[in-house]
């Protein structure tokens, strides 16, 4: 047993998702371990969280979030979130709450922005960056260049300021209605099975979905469209009545934000697990099916290729190979027995108890804060790594005014014109 902390976590919106249910996770798990436990967050709807965020297992305190809103029409996503973040750092730095706590260390989650503020305000409190993917490392997925020169900024400060944390945990995420998730390849898969093969077969979507997130709305629709499209019968249920009032002969069930329950009882009737993000993190969805003696069907890159283990716990295949896709599901279905998908549950049941659990996660938490407090700090940001942010910020500055000046121009000679024209 290490020495009992003080530990405070940040997290941007505590809503339902993989990344908010490992730090509840975590946080619970460090909490039993003897550590006082406080989460601070910019939202928090009781409404659209887990039950831990809520019902008072653990210390969570909404603030900050008031100055600033989530997002402007739907985009400025990122740059809101940071001064959301700064506004919760100014408002429990200045009113003295942080510093009652008596910080140990700070556990900063998907946002790492705050770390030199924090480093200056409590140079004396070591910083945990728990990292579940860097935006950063996303650039690749944006293929529109007016895209990645607004990220440029911001994907630099996060590279700048995570040198500021004293241990940097790189973990995993779970699916939510999103592009990046590549949803649409379960549906795709899925239509190629013919219909006497689906037959008594329901392919079950479930995903966190926030209807404040105008990508998760559009998606949703977006992913109705391509099921009907393949003429498979679809319907869509937001809670355990209305799943399951849903007609048999229904190909394709949307669930948005399942409760726990919910979850549950899927993956006890579930007899294969679709998991098809592409150079993704570990996936906890993967992990959940998994120690539900469910097999696992991933795509073979990212996190999947050290959770899954091809032809024992399940598949992996290539996500622009749907037909391998199909093969797998139609081998589950129509060829594989019973007894060799239970033998293949239970391998994957004990995978993540030997490996994975989350007793496990928390004692492996705890000794990463032990020895990062128990050692020295990392070594403060350095003035070239400051001037060298500001140069970025600069350059981003000028080619944002050189893009914008052409359609501001235009438009105020239309201005113009019009004030103009209503003159005469």
């Known amino acids: 047993m290490t020495q009992r902390k003080s530990i405070v976590f940040f997290h941007p919106d505590l809503g ?10 975590a946080a619970v798990g460090l909490q039993e371990l003897g550590h006082r436990v406080t989460i601070f967050t910019s939202h928090r709807d009781t409404a659209h969280c887990f ?15 008031f100055l600033f809103p989530a997002t402007v029409l739907g985009r400025f996503k990122i740059l809101l979130t940071i001064l959301r973040h700064y506004h919760l750092l100014l408002t429990i730095s200045l009113n003295g709450e942080l510093a009652a706590l008596r910080p140990t260390a700070f556990f900063i989650d998907q946002l790492s922005a705050g770390i030199p503020f924090l480093r200056y305000r409590f140079p004396d409190t070591h910083i945990l960056f728990y990292c579940h993917f ?13 895209t990645r020169v607004w990220r ?54 479930a995903g966190g979905y926030d209807n404040r997130v105008s990508e998760n709305v559009s998606y949703h629709t977006e992913l109705v469209s391509l099921a009907e499209s393949l003429k498979l019968t679809t319907a869509t249920a937001k809670n355990i009545v209305s799943a399951l009032s849903i007609p048999d002969e229904i190909d394709v069930l949307f669930l ?40 696992v069907l991933a795509a073979n890159s990212g996190g999947p290729l050290e959770t899954v283990v091809d032809g024992k716990t399940g598949w992996l295949r290539d996500p622009e190979k749907v037909g391998d896709w199909t093969e797998v599901m139609r081998h589950v279905l129509l060829e594989t027995s019973a007894a060799k998908l239970e033998e293949m549950g239970v391998a994957g049941r004990e995978r993540v108890e030997a ?70």
């Open 134 to 146: 860097p935006d950063l490392l996303l650039v690749k997925q944006r293929r529109r260049w007016v």
């Open 16 to 25: 339902i998702g993989g990344a908010e249910r490992l730090i509840l996770d």
């Open 256 to 295: 948005l934000s399942i409760p726990s329950q919910l979850k549950s009882m899927l993956l006890n009737i579930a007899k294969l697990l679709v998991y098809t993000p592409s150079n993704e993190h570990f996936g906890i969805v993967p992990l959940e099916a998994m120690l539900a003696e469910v097999p």
């Open 355 to 424: 490996e994975f659990s989350k007793s496990k996660m928390a004692q492996k938490l705890d000794q990463e804060l032990e020895d990062m407090v128990s050692g020295p700090r990392v070594k403060a940001l350095e003035i070239q790594d400051i001037l060298l942010i500001v140069g970025i910020f600069g350059l981003w500055v000028v080619v944002m005014v050189s893009l914008l000046r052409g359609p501001l121009v235009a438009a105020a000679v239309a201005s113009r014109k019009a004030a103009a024209s209503q003159q005469v």
């Open 152 to 205: 440029l900024p911001f994907d630099a400060v996060e590279g700048w300021s995570m040198r500021g944390a004293d241990r940097v945990v790189v973990v995993l995420s779970i699916n939510r209605f999103e592009r990046k998730k590549d949803v649409g390849l379960a549906i795709k898969a899925f239509a190629g099975l013919d219909a006497k093969e689906r037959r008594g077969v329901r392919l079950v979507i």
């Open 51 to 65: 039950d831990e965020a809520r019902d008072g297992t653990l210390d969570v305190r909404v603030r900050g979030n």
